[in-house]
């Protein structure tokens, strides 16, 4: 049985380096992956990473095939080409958009990354069975010890850092307010904001003028803020996460949240919003988490599938200076907060998320897919 595995392989995003992982580990366990690659090839990857997945792409056809896609709606033309088809997806709000669920409903099951999504699914309308496999971390690439990218900033600054795609979902409006309210210019701080527009590695400048011109008028003196739009490898990405002091986000909706992940295995202190898929793994025992309030959520530039009728969640902005604020001037705590999301990290290893896929495969299929 051959798992035909159809993702975004060569982003520089969260998506393609779940895909990578995942297509690895499957292989690793014994899976015979065959993968297609869906959007473009960005050769932003390590020499070793385009090899192997050139070497999965070019595996030869089997005669029974199982397909596994990040799509959520099955191409006509392939209904009835595989054994079976999963579809494995993810949403951010309380309840997923009923146009993607109608695809989602024409898979033999759906592979969600936790509790949140099965319910946001199961609001959704979802009629095929929801079946539940976790994402996880490489804890020894996202580890302490290594390279700390700062990007010039200071070893005496304290570095707050944000990685996002740009949109009112990610609350940057929410993330500027608080920062620039709470710290003056006169104090050793900084905001490192790596994120993109419509495009990656393009960001258009009007956004963050316009997420801060409320705020504009009612203070004078403002602490430091930057922003980039770097695209950068996986190791990079650990260099940064090392390099930062603290991770804050003050997201309205996550269907997992790997980068709050990523940051807790190089044990780097984590602020995070109180509610949807990062909760499985961000305690008060390992985090801070930011106190918000239910509302409905809103279309985005890129989509009209967020609507009135789901909730996201909107950080109490007050709290969140609070809580930079107490990051920032009680370090032993963060540190203390820190290690123990090192070991939160490290039980959501990869490995652990292969075997749920393919328990899940198998529990669809309804016959064992691995060699060993």
């Not at 997923?96 to 592979?111: H, Q, R, T, Y």
């Not at 409006?173 to 495009?199: M, N, S």
């Not at 295995?265 to 109180?274: K, L």
Request: contains cysteine; charged residues 25%; hydrophobic residues 35%.
């Amino acid at each position: 049985m051959q798992v035909v595995f159809r993702n975004y392989f060569y982003e520089a995003t969260g998506f393609g380096n779940c895909a990578r992982q995942l297509a690895y580990k499957l292989e690793d366990a014994g899976v015979d992956v065959k993968i297609e690659v869906m959007g473009n090839k960005r050769f932003t990857l390590d020499t070793w990473e385009i090899e192997r997945l050139r070497k999965l792409e070019n595996k030869l056809k089997q005669e029974e095939q199982v397909l596994l896609t990040q799509e959520s709606r099955l191409r006509p033309e392939e209904r009835g080409v595989f054994k079976k088809a999963l579809s494995c997806t993810m949403w951010e709000t309380s309840k997923a958009p009923k146009e993607m669920v109608e695809g989602c409903n024409e898979f033999d099951s759906l592979i969600l990354p936790n509790e949140f999504n099965r319910q946001a699914f199961l609001k959704g309308g979802a009629r095929v069975p929801l079946l539940i496999a976790s994402y996880g971390v490489d804890a020894n690439l996202f580890h302490p010890v290594g390279k700390r990218e700062r990007l010039g900033e200071k070893e005496e600054t304290f570095v707050f850092l944000s990685v996002f795609g740009w949109s009112h979902r990610k609350g940057p409006d929410i993330l500027l307010k608080a920062f620039l309210q709470e710290f003056d210019e006169h104090e050793p701080v900084t905001l490192l904001i790596k994120t993109f527009g419509e495009r990656m590695g393009d960001f258009p400048k009007s956004w963050y003028e316009q997420a801060i011109q409320p705020i504009v008028p009612k203070k004078k003196g403002f602490p430091k803020v930057r922003t980039f739009s770097d695209i950068m490898t996986t190791s990079q990405m650990a260099e940064l996460y090392r390099g930062a002091d603290c991770y804050v986000s003050p997201t309205r909706g996550e269907g997992v949240g790997l980068p709050f992940l990523e940051c807790m295995a190089c044990e780097t202190p984590v602020i995070a919003t109180g509610w949807s898929g990062h909760t499985d793994f961000i305690k008060p025992s390992n985090g801070y988490l930011i106190p918000y309030h239910l509302v409905p959520a809103e279309p985005l530039y890129y989509t009209q599938l967020y609507k009135p009728d789901q909730l996201w969640a909107e950080a109490d902005c007050g709290s969140l200076q609070l809580i930079m604020r107490k990051v920032y001037s009680d370090r032993n705590m963060a540190r203390i907060k820190a290690k123990q999301g090192r070991e939160t990290a490290k039980q959501w290893s990869w490995e652990r998320s292969a075997a749920e896929f393919i328990e899940a495969i198998e529990t669809t299929v309804g016959q064992k897919i691995t060699s060993s």
